[in-house]
Nanobody, 125 residues
Framework: QVQLVESGGGLVQAGGSLRLSCAAS????????MGWFRQAPGEERDLVAA????????YYRNSVKGRFTISRDNAENTVYLQMNALEPEDTAVYYC??????????????????WGQGTQVTVAS
């Protein structure tokens, strides 16, 4: 069993920055593809960014390319999401998730096995 705990959400003005962190329990963190999803009220949960086990491959949804950066520290069992130039449309609950399969990065939330509790990000205009 893996537990994921997010932190770093909050309220920020448009154009500002936030850094989300997700700390994972257990010694198998390096075996997981890690993803950050977000879900706004009434919307589906969508993949924002994901990173491969070794950190050499990343995925970003089009709307965050150039603004968000995903990274991981396998020694610290932590994955990060640096969010810059935030827009009101980025407002959502952000979830950290882990995929334990042998696949490379997948975008469907149903393919992820472990989830954090979520952290609220609110961007004021």
């Amino acid at each position: 069993q893996v537990q994921l705990v997010e932190s770093g959400g909050g309220l920020v003005q448009a154009g500002g920055s936030l850094r989300l962190s997700c700390a994972a329990s257990g010694r198998t963190f390096i075996s997981f593809v890690m993803g950050w999803f977000r879900q706004a009220p009434g919307e589906e949960r969508d993949l924002v960014a994901a990173i491969s086990r070794g950190g050499d491959n990343t995925y970003y949804r089009n709307s965050v390319k150039g603004r968000f950066t995903i990274s991981r520290d396998n020694a610290e069992n932590t994955v990060y999401l640096q969010m810059n130039a935030l827009e009101p449309e980025d407002t959502a609950v952000y979830y950290c998730a882990a995929d334990r399969s042998l696949y490379t990065i997948r975008v469907n939330p149903d393919d992820y096995d472990y989830w954090g509790q979520g952290t609220q990000v609110t961007v004021a205009s």
